[in-house]
Structure formats: structure tokens, C-alpha cells
């Protein structure tokens, strides 16, 4: 039987008011069906934003280091929790369990290195012109804060967005994707047990068009932390511009690893297969192209493609899976359509290319892991992101080439070299237009308290990571007057 689930809003549980509901299904396996949860409308998005406007009036007044002890305690919480949620979240996302431990382990390292900012939100002391005047400026909270959160880390984005706003003393309503409900709602019923109030997280659950347009445009939201996909972010940022919101952004990637001649072929193998198949190819941050110098090409795909071929693919709760399912038929659908367009624009398809549908694949959406060699880099399957388990294969001749090629694209998240010259490295470092620049370990994101975030078509700033407290507070410049 599955089970029923409903919207949190001011510390109850409440079923839609259209009575409306969709179905969360296991995407290694679609006879599993995981619950059903509301499918928010307006009107629900509007009950919750006034229990987060309730809610305010007090958390604000909650000293900040007394609001980072319920963050600390959700840490210790999610730490006990840590093997249920990530069962869990396998069976709603799919990405094996090593790796969804490892999405929970990221909530429990923002939960402590939040709480520790719950001592520091330190303002600023400033020498004033004018005799007898105390000059300082004070962090404030902004209000109520509106996250908008995609399927691909279910409890680890979450919470980037959720602690920081709630240890800065604002109050939250989030809408996660329709795929990963569950995670999020774990992860907030987890902040409740650790002692937060009622109405200070809020969850609406539902689509995006339905209940996450209405939270963005809602008068009462001061501001919104989006991280999607690009198409779906630039309507969520002029929507929140319209309202002079300010609006954080984390969007897509096409991320490039460059291999030199002098690389460490085994540690840059290693790298390639973790940072293009982890999580099935479905991270912003994924490697999705593969700069190859001319000299190590053929050594490097043959050994590439042989290890692909040997990736394991299945369910990711089953032991000695290395690659899950596809989040659902779309993607499978996308990642389909991109193969095909490689094949045409003239990319040599050197394994995969199609969905598994047979076997132990037959009730799930499952993609082959699938290289493409000879990719040049005006092609579409060089330039725009699958979001899954598709990596392109692109010589080049020379280092500067190969940082050419790297930036000419309209993305701008992680990028990866590997080599042994430090030269180039630092080079890279200074030259490559992305948000993070790894040297030799592969395109994967930053730890919870480095600055997250990336330039041109993936977003506006590192608001996330060590950057999220200046976009959840707002200064305010106070003067005393003791003459
Ligand atoms: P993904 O490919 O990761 O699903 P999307 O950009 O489609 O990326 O979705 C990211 C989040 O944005 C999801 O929670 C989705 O429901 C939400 N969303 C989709 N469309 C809109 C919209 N028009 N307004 C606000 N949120 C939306």
C-alpha cells in the first residue's frame, strides 16, 4: 500500500486544498511506488508563506547561538539517521548507496559547519566622521526565504540552502523536485525533532509551474534560492526580479577534465569514470567532456572505454552496482536524443548509446554508461549538458588549445587538469572560466564551507557554501549618538 504524505505548514501536516496528489515511484523499478504527496497549488504556497510570516516574528528574536544548537542537534540526528535516509533516498533518486550516504554525510557536514557560524555572524565596527557617533553595521535576517530544489542531491542541496537561512534567523518554505519528496521531507521532519519550531520550515510539495511559480512571485518572500536547470532558473530569476528579490542561482554545467601528455593515466582514469558516471551523469557538476592531448588519445580511450563496459548497472541497493537508473523516462529521453544528434553531427559512438530494457532493467530507466570518441567542439553533444551518462571524448594539440576549448562554452561550473607541471597548473587555475578548478581529481563540487557556485550560463555567485550567509542576511548601518 503506498503510503500518504502531505505538505508541512506551520508545524501540520496538510493535504492539498485541491486534494490533487502524484505518485513518487522508484525509478530502478516502477512497480515500487514510494507514496503519494500533495500537488501544491497557490493556495497552498500561500498558507505556508504566512506560517513562515508568523514564524518569524519569534525566530528572528531566537539568539543565533541558541538557533545553531537545534542545527547541531539535527547534525547528531541526521548521523543516527544516516543508513535509513540513504536506503530511502536510493530507492526514490537511484544513485547507489555509497553515494547517497554520502549526500546525507554532506547535510551532517553543513549542519556543523553552520552551527559554528551561529557564534560568528559578526558585523562591523567603522570609525564615524562625526564626534560622539558609535558607528557599526549589524547582520539582519531577510524574512521569509523561498528554496527551490532539484532531485540530484535530495538532502545534501536541501540543506546548503535551509541551514544557513535558518541559522541567519530567517524562516523557509521549500519546494523540492517532484522526483526526491521524500529526502527533503526526512531531512526537515530531522531540523523538528532537533527542536525547531513549528512554521519555521514550511515544505509544499508539487510541480514546478504549480507550486513553485506561485512561491517565487509570492509578495511575501524577501528572497529565492533556485538551483535547476538553466531554462527553468532564467524564469525564476526574472520573476524574482520583477519583485526586486534578490535570487541565488545554480544551474547547469558542461564540464571539462583536460588530460596532458604528462598526466598520471591511472589517477586521470579513475577520475573520468567517478566524475562523468557518478550519480549516473546527472550533476551539475558531472565531466562531460574530455580534453585529450593527441599524444595520449588512443592509449586513454581504449582503457576509457574498457572500464566503461565493465561499469555495473542496476539497482543501486543491490551489492556491486556502480552505476543507478535514470531519474525517470524524460531523462532517459534526453539522454536518447543526444546520442543521436552526436551520431548525426558525425561523433563516433564507442559504447552505450541506448536505454537497458531488459533483465533486471525491464521496470526501470535505465541508460547504458556511453562514450563518444572523435567529438569536435562545435558539436551540440560538446556544448549543451545531457544530464546523464554520456561522456564526449575531444582532442586538442597544444595546453593553450585545450583552455580554448574548455572555455568556449556557455557554461562555466567545474573544470579539472590533470598534469604533473605546475606551470600549467596554476595557469588553469587563472585561465579556465569556472566556478572551481580541481588539479588532477575530477570536475566533482567544492565541501560545504568553500565558496559553491559558478559563472556565465550556471549562475550569479558562490551563494552556497561559505558564501550562503551574505545572501541570506541584509546589513543594517547603526549609529549611537553618546554626546
Ligand atoms: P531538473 O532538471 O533538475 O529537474 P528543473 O529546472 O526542471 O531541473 O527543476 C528544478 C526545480 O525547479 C524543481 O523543484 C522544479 O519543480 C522547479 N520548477 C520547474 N519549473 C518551475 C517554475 N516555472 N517556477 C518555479 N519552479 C519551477
Redesign the pocket.
Known amino acids: 500500500m503506498a503510503k500518504h504524505y502531505h505538505n508541512l505548514i506551520g508545524g501540520e501536516w496538510l493535504p492539498s486544498q485541491s486534494g490533487q496528489t502524484f505518485q513518487n515511484l522508484n525509478p530502478a523499478d516502477h512497480n515500487d511506488v514510494i507514496g503519494d504527496f500533495p500537488a501544491s497549488s497557490a493556495a497552498d504556497v500561500a498558507l505556508a508563506v504566512a506560517a513562515a510570516k508568523k514564524a518569524f516574528a519569534t525566530w528572528r528574536l531566537v539568539p543565533a547561538p541558541k538557533r545553531a544548537e537545534i542545527l547541531y542537534r539535527a547534525g547528531q540526528l541526521l548521523t543516527e539517521r544516516k543508513e535509513e535516509f540513504a536506503r530511502q533516498m536510493t530507492r526514490e533518486m537511484g544513485k547507489v548507496l555509497a553515494e547517497t550516504r554520502g549526500d546525507v554525510q554532506e547535510a551532517i557536514d553543513e549542519a556543523y559547519y553552520v552551527a559554528g557560524e551561529g557564534r560568528r555572524l559578526f558585523g562591523q565596527t567603522t570609525p564615524s566622521e562625526l564626534q560622539n557617533k558609535f558607528a557599526m553595521s549589524i547582520r539582519m535576517p531577510v524574512g521569509v526565504c523561498a528554496m527551490?530544489?532539484?532531485?540530484?542531491f535530495p538532502m545534501a542541496i536541501p540543506s546548503w540552502k535551509l541551514f544557513p537561512a535558518l541559522v541567519s534567523g530567517n524562516t523557509c518554505v521549500i519546494?523540492?523536485?517532484?522526483?526526491t519528496p521524500l529526502s527533503t521531507l526526512n531531512l526537515v521532519q530531522t531540523l523538528m525533532d532537533a527542536g525547531l519550531p513549528p512554521g519555521v520550515v514550511n515544505i509544499v510539495f508539487g510541480?514546478?509551474?504549480e507550486?513553485?511559480?506561485p512561491?517565487?512571485e509570492h509578495p511575501d518572500v524577501r528572497a529565492v534560492s533556485?538551483?535547476?536547470?538553466s531554462?527553468?532558473?532564467s524564469?525564476?530569476a526574472q520573476?524574482a526580479a520583477a519583485n526586486f528579490k534578490p535570487v541565488s542561482l545554480e544551474m547547469g554545467g558542461k564540464n571539462a577534465m583536460i588530460v596532458m601528455d604528462d598526466a598520471n593515466l591511472d589517477l586521470a582514469l579513475d577520475g573520468a569514470l567517478w566524475g562523468a558516471f557518478g550519480t549516473t551523469g546527472q550533476r551539475c557538476t558531472a565531466t562531460s567532456r574530455i580534453l585529450l592531448h593527441k599524444a595520449i588519445t588512443a592509449e586513454f580511450t581504449e582503457r576509457l572505454v574498457a572500464r566503461v563496459k565493465a561499469l555495473t548497472v542496476g539497482n543501486g541497493l543491490d551489492t556491486n552496482i556502480e552505476v543507478g537508473p535514470q531519474i525517470n523516462s524524460q531523462q532517459i529521453e534526453t539522454s536518447t536524443s543526444y546520442c543521436q544528434i552526436a551520431q548525426a553531427e558525425g561523433a563516433k559512438l564507442l559504447t552505450g548509446g541506448s536505454r537497458l530494457s531488459k533483465g533486471p532493467h525491464a521496470n526501470g530507466t535505465f541508460f547504458a554508461p556511453t562514450v563518444f570518441g572523435s567529438v569536435t567542439a562545435d558539436m551540440r553533444i560538446a556544448r549543451e549538458e545531457v544530464?546523464g551518462p554520456v561522456v564526449s571524448l575531444i582532442e586538442f594539440s597544444t595546453f593553450e588549445e585545450a583552455i580554448q576549448i574548455a572555455n568556449s562554452i556557455d557554461y562555466g561550473l567545474s573544470t579539472s587538469l590533470y598534469t604533473k607541471d605546475v606551470n600549467r597548473a596554476f595557469t588553469a587555475i587563472r585561465d579556465l572560466e569556472a566556478g572551481i578548478t580541481y588539479i588532477n581529481a575530477p570536475t566533482i563540487g567544492a565541501e560545504v564551507h568553500l565558496p559553491f557556485g559558478g559563472v556565465k550560463q550556471t549562475g550569479n555567485g558562490h551563494r552556497e557554501g561559505n558564501g550562503a550567509i551574505d545572501f541570506y542576511t541584509t546589513w543594517k548601518s547603526v549609529y549611537v549618538d553618546y554626546s
Do not use: H, M, Q
Open positions: 527551490i530544489t532539484p532531485w540530484n519546494k523540492p523536485a517532484e522526483d510541480y514546478g509551474p507550486a513553485g511559480a512561491l517565487v533556485f538551483t535547476g536547470s531554462a527553468v532558473g524564469i525564476v520573476r544530464f
